[in-house]
């Protein structure tokens, strides 16, 4: 299998991590340079024509896309260490955390960074800072909840490390090199200690 990637990118940086926690050695990388608009050209879009990464194209040919999809593929071929959950009720409610990370979470933060950095302006036309800066507000309501749910339960799912700590990481990990942003500093201990201890 082969993994199109772009390490600097939070959702890559998911699949990436998924795959180190699983021990999974076998997958080649191809970088896509997305600052130089690799994923725009005619070879890439033929592996995913909404010319986003990551990419894993299978032993088979065929190109699978979407973080969440990749990851669900992995672990159902490398089950352990399990990282979705063992039954229907663990599986649920792993995703649910999962889902309210990517969804809000990770989507604000993303929202704010492509329309407030200049470094993103070549991903992001056009930008619309006011849009940008309203986001970085709202991740920072949803950064407070997961630091109360953080000072109830060790990970972000409940009691075990799963695909919801991996998603949770790699947005405040991009949050902290383009926003600046220190959960410690801004009110957050039970986050910023979550964060240390999975970094």
Not at 32 to 58: E, I, K
Not at 109 to 126: D, F, K, M, N, S
Request: hydrophobic share 45%; proline share 7%; net charge neutral.
């Amino acid at each position: 299998m082969r993994l199109y990637t772009s390490p600097r990118a939070p959702n890559p940086r998911r699949v990436a991590m998924f795959i180190a926690a699983k021990g999974i050695t076998d997958i080649e990388t191809i970088e896509v340079d997305l600052n130089a608009g690799a994923h725009r050209t005619p070879a890439f879009l033929a592996l995913n024509p909404m010319a986003r990464v990551p990419v894993l194209v299978l032993d088979d040919g065929r190109a699978l896309s979407e973080t969440r999809a990749i990851c669900t593929y992995l672990e159902a071929l490398y089950p352990e260490p399990n990282l979705m959950g063992v039954d229907a009720t663990e599986r649920a409610f792993i995703e649910m955390a999962d889902r309210r990370v990517e969804l809000h979470l990770m989507l604000e933060i993303a929202h704010c960074v492509r329309h407030t950095h200049p470094g993103l302006a070549v991903l992001e036309q056009p930008q619309f800072p006011e849009f940008g800066e309203a986001q970085g507000r709202k991740m920072r309501d949803t950064a407070r909840w997961l630091d109360r749910e953080l000072a109830k339960q060790p990970y972000v799912a409940g009691e075990r490390f799963t695909i919801a700590d991996i998603t949770a990481f790699c947005a405040l990990e991009f949050a902290r090199g383009l926003m600046k942003f220190k959960p410690g500093q801004e009110g957050m201990p039970h986050m910023q200690a979550w964060r240390d201890r999975i970094a």
